[in-house]
């Protein structure tokens, strides 16, 4: 559009140029050779223009036929890069779509048409066509070919990193990352496999450089990058317990800060600062982390702050607990617990079957099983809690990739990702596996009918003295039909009982069931000091 503008500006000043001329008659005389010319000046001016429109022609003519060879030249390359280009982006399609003879055939043909150093991307299309025709160790050697050109470099690296995951050679791996992490921190995969990398070391300083670096770089969101720095920094407070308590410290203490809610930070600070008898300090960060979500571990270590106290100051402390997390089957289990141990059975048993109403699972039935150990030994009654333990669902832990441990750990020992551990119930065993009876109201009692007589047995008759001695014998020794029908004992059947007739003894202890051990009757009497542990 400015051009257009441009030349009817030209055009215009042209027409005013000539219509000034026109409106101004003179004569212009030009003498040569002895000859003198004489003629208007718009002639003038018009043979000039004309003059000069002829150079101007005849020097474009004489360029074009010097450079007509260079233009034809130049068409035909032109005309072969389309077509190497058009092959290209039909091979490139070709693989993408899993045709691994087209993707080999459009490589050959764009190979031909442009030269390998002019476009990168034939590499990456051969070795696209070898992973499609399964031929791996082509591909790799054209992988590491792509490492020579810089260009190529980072697109090489990852063909190797995820040739060498898919063979299983995580060091390999990890190596082919960390080349790529060092020339581009951007890239999200050869970050993450590197952070695996110093997370599997233990080395918490690099990955936490890292983690920034990722920040910095907006590959991870803040709240992301905050809640690796808390796993990482609770991991290094861990790690510098015992050889760097002051580091140890600061690491838990800015993790704490960085996730108040998280029960690993909160307890790793609040040892840090037990073991420099800041008290006050280290119990507000635990009573923070139990309101915010009430854990075991918080528990334990808030009840037993202070070695030296006595059972009752830390049941005492397991109720101070409870009043700020009322409602809540881990705060009656913490009570639970404490009372157990100062011998406060009513409390015990009172908190442990308020949290089976909140949240039934197994611990509470074994904590249940070890207070009526401990107050009654009721062999009876223990047997029934722990059958039902083994019913209910399990209690929440440390799961990460199916692996279940007591213990939180930063990365998972399968995979070797970084935070994987969740405070969650295991899914081995879901909900209830054996309906109970016992579990339902009073008033619910299964029937059981009984099987009735068969049609072809007929009833045999029996004199009243044979009648008599059957009876007899019935009350002595159960008939072997006593499962299916059992027949009512009469007075006259006592009545026909001789009078010199030999005396049963009363069975010492009742039969046993298949899956009873029993009580040796030598440890009846003694209360089993131990408590009740499942898996």
Do not use: C
Request: no cysteine; proline share 6%.
């Amino acid at each position: 559009m400015i051009r257009i503008l441009f030349f009817l500006a030209v055009v215009f000043a042209l027409g005013l140029g000539f219509a000034w001329l026109a409106d101004r008659p003179g004569e212009m005389v030009v003498t040569f050779s002895g000859y003198q010319y004489q003629v208007s000046l718009m002639v003038a001016a018009v043979a000039v223009v004309a003059v000069v429109a002829a150079v101007m022609i005849v020097w474009w003519l004489i360029k074009s036929l010097w450079n007509s060879p260079y233009t034809i030249s130049r068409y035909f390359r032109v005309r072969r890069r389309d077509r190497g280009y058009q092959a290209l982006s039909t091979g490139m399609i070709a693989a993408g779509a899993g045709d691994g003879a087209l993707a080999r055939k459009k490589t050959k043909e764009a190979a031909k048409l442009i030269r390998s150093d002019q476009e990168p991307l034939i590499h990456l299309l051969a070795a696209q066509a070898s992973l499609l025709e399964g031929d791996h160790e082509g591909a790799r050697e054209k992988f590491e070919t792509m490492l020579d050109d810089p260009e190529m470099r980072l697109l090489g690296l990852r063909g190797l990193y995820l040739e060498a995951e898919r063979l299983g050679d995580r060091n390999a791996a990890r190596h082919y990352a960390g080349r790529a992490a060092v020339m581009a921190p951007q890239l999200a995969w050869a970050a993450e496999s590197t952070l695996e990398d110093l997370t599997g070391r233990g080395d918490w300083d690099g990955a936490l450089k890292l983690v920034e670096a990722q920040k910095s770089t907006r590959q991870i969101e803040r709240d992301a990058a905050n809640r690796r720095r808390a796993v990482l920094l609770t991991a290094k407070a861990q790690a510098l317990a015992d050889s760097d308590p002051d580091a140890a410290r600061t690491a838990a203490l800015e993790a704490n800060r960085l996730r108040p809610d998280f029960a690993p930070a909160a307890v790793a600070a609040a040892k840090a600062l037990f073991r420099q008898n800041d008290m006050r300090k280290g119990s507000k960060i635990l009573e923070a982390a139990w309101k915010a979500e009430p854990h075991p571990e918080i528990a334990e270590l808030y009840t037993h702050a202070r070695p030296g106290d006595a059972v009752l100051d830390r049941l005492n402390r397991a109720r101070k607990l409870q009043e700020m997390k009322k409602n809540h089957a881990e705060s009656s289990l913490t009570v639970a617990r404490a009372a157990l141990d100062a011998q406060d059975f009513s409390t015990a048993r009172r908190e442990a079957e308020a949290a089976i109403r909140m949240d039934r699972r197994e611990g509470a039935y074994l904590l249940l099983a070890d207070i009526e150990e401990a107050d009654t030994g009721d062999q009876g009654k223990v047997r029934q809690l722990l059958s039902k333990a083994v019913r209910a669902p399990r209690d929440p832990a440390w799961v990460a990739d199916g692996v279940v441990s007591e213990q939180w750990a930063p990365v998972s020992p399968i995979t070797g990702k970084l935070d994987a551990f969740e405070w969650r119930a295991p899914m081995e065993r879901l909900g209830q596996l054996i309906d109970s009876d016992e579990d339902k109201p009073d008033g619910v009692v299964p029937v059981i009918p009984a099987p009735e007589k068969p049609a072809k047995e007929k009833a045999i008759e029996l004199t009243p003295s044979v009648a008599a001695e059957e009876q007899t014998v019935a009350t002595e020794t159960p008939s072997p039909r006593s499962e299916e029908q059992v027949a009512p004992v009469t007075a006259a059947a006592f009545a026909a009982v001789p009078a010199d007739a030999e005396a049963v003894e009363p069975a010492e202890e009742l039969a046993r069931l298949p899956d009873d051990p029993g009580v040796d009757p030598e440890d009846g009497d003694e209360k089993s000091p131990r408590r009740f542990r499942l898996f």
